[in-house]
C-alpha cells in the first residue's frame, strides 16, 4: 500500500510544538553532575539517615543553591568539604534553599549534605511493608517508590526528570538481610553495601530496598534477569522470569538498542498501593506481589495475562522512559503511552492466542473516550507545574489514549516505517531527555513526510472524533459512500467543534482503502462489491463511527461476518454513541439481543461489561430490577456454554469469558450461580486446593457480595487468620464489596484500626465505594484526617473523591465538589471536577435512557 498523504492541520496553533515553561521548576544556574549517597535505615523507629555529596556545575557566581527536599531535616551542608553553608527549607514549595556567605564561582564544585527523613507505610519515598511470613511470623520489608516526586524524599536532590546524573548508593543492611537496588552490588564492607555506578538517569528511576528475601536469576544473553521475593516464595517468580525473557529479546530487537545494564531484576513488594502496581526503576522493577507472582491457589486467566502486560509494559520503560526520558512532565505520554501501546504489540506478538488488540479495543479504547469525550478532559501533552497537577497526569488519558493513537499512527505508516522511527529516535536521544516533536521528526524522517500535524491533533487538544458515514450506494460492482467528521461528546461541556486529521480504513470486499478526513466536508470513498462497507476496519483508528440506520443494521444482521476486531469496534460504538445521544439505545439493545451464546467470547465479556455499566446507571431507578432479568436472560446461556469447569483444550477468551461472567450473574441476582458459588466458596474454605483458582476468586466475588451477617463473619475471621499477603488483602477487599450496607459499615470501621496493614485500610475503603459509592465518600470526608493517613501524599486530591465516583445522583456530585473546595487549592481540584462530572453525565443519561431499557427488559 502506498504510504499516506497527510493533510495539514486547520489548527494552526496545534502545529507548534508546546512551550515547556519554568514554572514551578527549579533554577537551571546550577546542575547536578553526579550523587553519592549513603543511607542507614532504621526499620523499628521507621526513620534513616543520609549522607551525600552531589558533584555540581555552576554556570554563573551565586551564593545560593536550590533542589528539593521533602519530609528530610538537614543537619548540614558544605561547599567543597570547607564552606558550610545556611539552610532554608520551604515545606509548600518541597526545596531546601542553601546559602554561603561568598558567592560560589563557577566550575564544578562538590556539596556535602547531612540529613535525616521518615520511613512511610504507604508507597512515598522511603516506606514499609509490613508482612507475615510462610510460617505465621511479622516481617517488615524497606523499598522506594519516587514517581513522580518523592526522590526528595530520601535524598535532597534535583528531583525533576530532566536533570540526568550516575547515582552511587550505599547502605547500612541489618544481619541477615539483602539489599539490592538498580545496579549489582559492587561491595560489602561490614554492614555497608555499595552498589556500582549506575548510568545516567533521573532521579525518580532510583531504587533501593532491603529485606529478608530470596532472588532467582536466569540468563538473556548478555543480561541477567532476576526476581526478588520475601523468603519462601521466590518459585512463583517462575512465570514472570520466562516472561521477561522472553520479552527482553524481543524488545531488544525492536528497539534497535539493546538493553544496557547488566542486569534486570523484578522484585515483589508484599503490599499495595492507592496509586500504581509497578514501578519501572531502571534495572530493578519494583511490582507489588499480585501484579508480578503466580500463586496457583489464586491465579485466575485474566490475572496471568495482566501479569505478562504488566512486565512487558515495565520493561518497555526501560527504554521508554529510562533510556530515553521526558523532559519534563508534560510528555509524560512518551513513558506511559508507548509502554502501553508495547506491552499490547508485544504481548499480540509472543502470545497469539490471547488476541491482545482486540481487546485493547474491548476495554483500553473504550476507557480512555469514556473520559475523553467529556468537558473534563485534557490533551495528552499537558503543561503541570505542581506535584498535584505531576500526579493527576498519570490517568486514561495519558496512558490508554496515548496508546490508542500511537496505534493508530503505526497502521498510518505501517508497522515496518514507525518501527524505523522509533529505533532512529533510540539511538538519538539515548543516555538524554526529550520532548514528544523529537519522536515525531524521527518517524517523519522513516516515513518520508511529516506525521507532526496528524499526532498534533490527537496530542495537542482533548476529544475524540466522530467519523458520520453517509448511505452507501452500488453502481458498477462497486460501492461509493461519503465521510464527514463531528465530534463525539457525552456531556454539553465536549461539544464544541473541533477538528483533527483522521486516518481512516475502509474495506469492501476488495482492498482496504485509505483517506484521510480532515473536517466537517464529506470526503468521497469507493470500494470494491456490493457487500456492506466497515468503516475504521481493523480498528486501528481513535474515532467513534456513525452508521446510517439501514448500513448498522446491514452490518448488524451480518456480525458474525466481521473480523472479531470489528464486531467488537461495531458493538463499542453503538453502546457509545446511545450514551451520547447520536444513536439511541434501541440501536445497541437490539444489537447484543440478537447476539448468539456462541458469538466470540471476548464480544461477550465486553457486552457483560457494558450490561455491569447499564446496571450501574439505573441504579435506584424503577426499571433496573427488569433490566437485571432481561441481561440474566441473555447471558445465562453464554454462561452455560462455558460452565464452571473448562475443557483442555480451551481458549484463553473462553476461560476468560468464564471468570467475567460469573460476577455479572451473581451481582444480577442469578440464583444457580449464587447458589453455586456459594458452594465453591465454602468448599475452598475447607481445603483450598480443592477449588481450581480461576473460579476461586469469581466465587468468592459473588459470594462475598451476597453475604449474610454470619457469613461475613467467617469470611472477617478467614481474612485475620489469612498468611499471605496477597490473599489477606484480596479477603478484605471481598469483605468491603458487599451488597448490605450494614456489613460494608462493619468494613470501614476495619479501616480505622490497627487489625490491617496501612495500604489495606485504603483497598477496604475502595471496596465499599465499588458497590456504596455515595456511603463511602461522606464517611471518608467524616474521617478525613484518619483516611489522609493511609495514602500516599501523591493521592489525596484524588482518593476521597474517586470513591464517589460511581454514583448517579447529582446532589453527590455537589457533595464532591463542595468538599474539594474546602480542602484542595484550585490546581489539585482536577480529580474531583472529573468524579463530578462522571456522576451528573450518569443522572442525565438515566433520566433520558431508563424508559426505552425498561421497555426493551419487558
Known sequence: MSKPMFAAATLAALLATTAHATEGRLPTGVVPLAYTISVAPDAAKLTFTGKETIRIKVAAPTRTITLNAAELTIASVRLDAKTAGTVTLDAEAQTATFTFAAPVTVGEHALSIVYAGKINQSA?????IDYNNTDGSKARMIVTQFEASDARRFAPTWDEPGFKTPFTLSTTVPKGQTAFSNMPVASKVGDVTTFATTPKMSAYLMFLGIGDVERKTLMAGKTEIGVITRRGVVDQGDYALASAKRIL???????????????????????????????????????FEQVLLVDPKLITENRRQDIFNVVAHEMAHQWFGDLVTMAWWDDLWLNEGFASWTASKISNDLNPEWGALSQSVAFPRQQAMALDARAVTHPIVQHVTTPDQINQAFDNITYLKGEAVIRMLEGAVGPDTFRTGVRRYMAKYKYSN??????????????????????????????VPLIRVGEPTCSGGNTTLTLAQGRFALDDGSKADRTWIVPVNVAGTGATKRTDVSGPTPVGVTTGGCAPVVVNAGQSGYYRMLYTPAHFAALAGGITKLAEVDQIGLTADAYGLANSGDATIERYLALVGGLRPDASPLLWSMVAAQFGGIDRMLQGAPEQAAFRVKARSLLRPVFDRVGWTGRADEISAMKQLREDIIPVLGLFGDPAVSADAARYAEASFANPASVPGPIRQPALQVFSYNATPAQWDELHARAMAEKSPVAKQQLYRNLGAVHDEALANRALAISLTDEVAVPTRATIIQAVASQHPAMAFDWATAHQEAVNGMLESSTRSGFVVGLAAGSGDAAVADRVMAYAVKAFPETSRKPAETAAAVIRYRAALRQRQAAAIGKWSS
Open 124 to 128: 512515598s519515598g522511603m516506606f514499609a
Open 249 to 287: 529479546a524481543a524488545y531488544n530487537d525492536y528497539f534497535g538498542v539493546p538493553y544496557p545494564l547488566p542486569k534486570l531484576d523484578m522484585i515483589a513488594g508484599p503490599g499495595s498501593s492507592a496509586f500504581f502496581g509497578a514501578m519501572e526503576n531502571w534495572g530493578a522493577i519494583f511490582y
Open 434 to 463: 526529550t520532548v514528544t516533536d523529537q519522536l515525531w521528526e524521527e518517524i517523519g524522517a522513516a516515513a518520508g513526510q511529516p506525521v507532526a500535524p496528524l499526532m498534533h491533533s490527537f496530542t495537542l487538544q482533548g476529544g
